[in-house]
């Protein structure tokens, strides 16, 4: 099963707020966890990613936690500022698999000043 | 850094014509990838291709043809546009398991 199941589908924040998004998976041989940005009219960018050997990786405000044992992982933005309005993607690949990446299906965010 | 260009940015087709999307990445990455965005949904990989000359079908393959003349490029082609199609067709490159994107080239067939 190579789908990846992303939650929740629109999410509303007031600005200050931490957000918290969630992805799971059911292919265990994925050990590669990107999460994209994408704001309207741009191409996905990559904001932060996560290898299977690690549970946590940090980049400013925003954290990705992995969970190998419950196949999920969460990105966590803490003090959400309106700028931070945009869809994000959480993203699985494998290294048996080409690194061939598939994509949750979105998360559109909004933050409220 | 580099950077990955799409043309053209807006493509209006009519059904049935074939219709094709270019891709330039002055990355020198090996690997390029085309996805197709619908509204709504998430990335679905249509073509890559791990070096010059070479194609692997992706899940929605079915419909579009690719070609890698060379490093740096990756073009796509509808090869029959569907009447009341609209989707974002997105092009990528990687050096390795990091896919970077490009802007995008929105499609409307009337």
């Known amino acids: 099963q190579q789908q990846v199941r992303q939650s929740p589908q629109s999410l509303t924040v007031w600005e200050g707020g931490t957000t918290v998004l969630t992805c799971s998976y059911e292919?265990?041989?994925?050990?590669?966890f990107p999460w994209y940005q994408q704001f309207p009219g741009e191409g996905p960018a990559l904001l932060i990613s996560i290898l299977s050997v690690s549970d946590k990786k940090e980049d400013g405000r925003f954290t990705t936690f992995f969970n190998k044992r419950e196949k999920k992982l969460s990105l966590h933005i803490i003090d959400s500022q309106p700028g931070d309005s945009a869809t994000y993607f959480c993203?699985?690949?494998?290294?048996?698999?080409?690194?061939?990446?598939?994509f949750g299906s979105g998360t559109q965010l909004t933050v409220m000043p | 850094g580099g950077i990955i260009t799409q043309t053209p940015k807006f493509l209006i087709g009519q059904e049935g014509q074939k219709l094709t999307l270019k891709c330039q990445q002055n990355f020198n990455h090996d690997t390029m990838y085309w996805y197709r965005q619908d509204s709504g949904k998430g990335l679905r990989l249509i073509y890559y291709?791990?070096?010059?000359?070479?194609?692997q079908k992706g899940d929605l393959s079915e419909g579009y043809d690719a070609s890698r003349e060379k490093k740096s490029s990756f073009s796509l082609t509808v090869t029959s546009a569907q009447k009341n199609e609209m989707a974002v067709f997105l092009c990528a490159s990687s050096p390795n398991y990091e896919q970077y994107f490009g802007p995008g080239t929105r499609l409307t067939v009337l």
């Open positions: 993203a699985a690949s494998a290294s048996s698999g080409s690194w061939q990446l598939i």
């Open positions: 292919d265990s041989t994925f050990n590669y």
């Open positions: 291709s791990i070096t010059e000359n070479d194609l």
